[in-house]
């Protein structure tokens, strides 16, 4: 297994790209399944998550060329409507094929998903938007089975937002006969950059962004040629390792309105953030001390539950005790362990933590648990006033973060990726 090593104490200076955003080209990957014409993707990060879809489309009948920043994706010579576990359990967002296949095909059989060990994500939100659109849904062996000849539109209640679940009734909704409205959808920017792209395809789809979604269908869906919007998190995780390690970072092609809580919270501990052009611009002093805030995720536009890990090392670093409240999933402090190893002074009740920050980080190995929480362990590594930090299993982070260590190095932190370690 591959490690980042991190040699702290180096304040940042200097620009980078942000990437496309991983959360908004997976579905529209998937959406790819609704035209048999060949889709073309720009601005696609290099990410795990991307070759993993691509393995998985591929399997399900369809001709794939992934060449990041450039995605093609066309009709095969044969369908196959069956997504197996062996990809599945990989990433869950692979059930994000389910919407489409039982949309397109008039049957499905999908391995129920895997992904991050951040607590249970169950699809039954999925599964219910897909019964009122007409399907027959059964679990069986560890897989989803949904038949319909023809889906047709009906109102969609969740009872929660869910962005998954969102995304997969909006794909099946676009192939079905007549109106669906979904009601307390997740209004997530990626949901938003879905329904522009089923839009480009030919349904027409209304709200998208909002709590309420209008899709009419259509018999067919053509191709499209789109390019990916930027990645919020990614902007918000290097906004975060700015603020942490200190300096002047520039970040290209930022999508800082998409990050308005994020940006409220570290300009209240002190931090300069600004707007220049489609850039964003970070500044710290390190010498200065930063306020303590507290923190609670929510759904968008709330503070993002994929960048709790993050705001936590920094407020290791503020002079106080700051409260984070996680409310999106159950067991996602993970990394609080870690950080403990590296010299944090954090209390966990739950749902809450404690930050008790002001104390200097030391360098220490440890282990990523999870995407985010691999994240924050790297810029945890780059406050450590005295040693190295390893990062192990970093095939977590590889999963969300296109080359971030080499960002990092551009910038002028010490963080190189030393191949094949054990770990």
Same mark, same amino acid.
């Given at each position: 297994m591959d490690v980042i090593r991190i040699r702290g104490g180096k304040q940042l200076q200097g620009k980078i790209r942000v990437s496309g955003a991983k959360n908004a080209a997976l579905p529209i990957l998937c959406a790819t399944l609704l035209s048999d014409g060949e889709s073309i993707l720009r601005n696609v990060p290099a990410l795990k998550d991307i070759e993993t879809t691509g393995e998985l489309l591929r399997v399900l009948g369809r001709n794939v060329m992934v060449d990041p920043p450039l995605v093609r994706v066309a009709g095969g010579p044969e369908a196959n409507p069956e997504a197996p576990y062996e990809l599945v359990k990989q990433m869950r967002a692979s059930v994000l094929v389910l919407g489409p296949l039982v949309a397109r095909y008039g049957r499905a059989k999908v391995s129920l998903p895997g992904g991050c060990q951040i607590g249970s994500r169950p699809v039954d939100q999925h599964l219910k938007g897909l019964e009122a659109l007409g399907a027959t849904i059964r679990?069986? +062996?560890?897989?989803?089975?949904? $038949?319909?000849?023809?889906?047709? &539109?009906?109102?969609?209640? *969740?009872d929660m937002p869910t962005v998954t679940g969102t995304e997969n009734i909006m794909m099946a909704a676009a192939l079905a006969?007549?109106?669906?409205?979904?009601? +307390?959808?997740?209004?997530?920017?990626?949901?938003?950059?879905? %329904?522009?792209?089923? +839009?480009?395809? &030919?349904?027409?789809?209304?709200?998208? #962004?909002?709590?309420?979604?209008?899709?009419?269908?259509?018999?067919?869906?053509? =191709?499209?040629?789109? @390019? /990916? /919007?930027?990645?919020? /998190?990614?902007?918000?995780?290097?906004?975060?390792? @700015? !603020?942490?390690?200190g300096g002047d970072v520039l970040l290209e092609?930022?999508?800082?309105?998409?990050? $308005?809580?994020?940006?409220?919270?570290?300009?209240?501990?002190?931090?300069?953030?600004?707007?220049? %052009?489609?850039?964003?611009?970070?500044?710290?002093? =390190?010498?200065?001390?930063?306020?303590?805030?507290?923190?609670?995720?929510?759904?968008?536009? #709330? *503070?993002?539950?994929d960048?709790?890990?993050? *705001?936590?090392?920094?407020?290791?670093?503020?002079?106080?005790?700051?409260? /984070?409240?996680?409310?999106? *999933? $159950?067991?996602?402090?993970?990394?609080?362990?870690e950080l403990r190893r590296m010299g944090a002074e954090i209390d966990t009740d739950g749902h809450t933590a404690?930050?008790? &920050?002001?104390?200097?980080?030391?360098? !220490?190995?440890?282990?990523?648990?999870?995407?985010?929480?691999?994240?924050?362990?790297?810029?945890?590594?780059?406050?450590?006033?005295?040693?190295?930090?390893?990062?192990?299993?970093?095939?977590?982070?590889?999963?969300?973060?296109?080359?971030? $260590?080499?960002?990092?190095?551009?910038?002028?932190?010490?963080?190189?990726?030393?191949?094949?370690? =054990?770990?």
């Open positions: 679990l069986s +062996n560890g897989y989803i089975h949904a $038949e319909c000849k023809r889906l047709r &539109g009906a109102e969609v209640v *969740f006969k007549g109106r669906t409205t979904l009601v +307390n959808c997740a209004r997530e920017p990626e949901v938003e950059e879905l %329904g522009r792209v089923l +839009n480009k395809m &030919g349904a027409r789809v209304d709200g998208a #962004g909002t709590d309420v979604i209008h899709i009419e269908g259509r018999d067919e869906l053509d =191709p499209f040629d789109h @390019a /990916i /919007i930027s990645d919020r /998190i990614e902007t918000g995780t290097y906004m975060v390792a @700015a !603020a942490a390690a092609n930022a999508p800082l309105e998409d990050l $308005e809580a994020v940006v409220s919270k570290l300009r209240a501990t002190g931090v300069e953030v600004g707007r220049e %052009g489609d850039c964003v611009r970070i500044r710290r002093d =390190p010498d200065r001390p930063l306020r303590p805030v507290d923190v609670m995720t929510a759904p968008h536009p #709330g *503070f993002p539950t960048m709790q890990a993050q *705001f936590m090392v920094l407020m290791c670093l503020a002079r106080g005790t700051s409260r /984070i409240v996680e409310t999106i *999933f $159950e067991n996602r402090f993970m990394h609080v362990p404690h930050v008790h &920050g002001g104390r200097p980080l030391s360098g !220490a190995k440890v282990m990523a648990t999870d995407l985010r929480a691999s994240a924050s362990l790297v810029i945890a590594g780059l406050l450590a006033t005295e040693g190295e930090t390893e990062v192990l299993r970093v095939y977590h982070l590889d999963r969300g973060y296109e080359y971030m $260590e080499r960002k990092l190095a551009q910038l002028g932190a010490d963080t190189v990726r030393i191949k094949g370690q =054990p770990g």
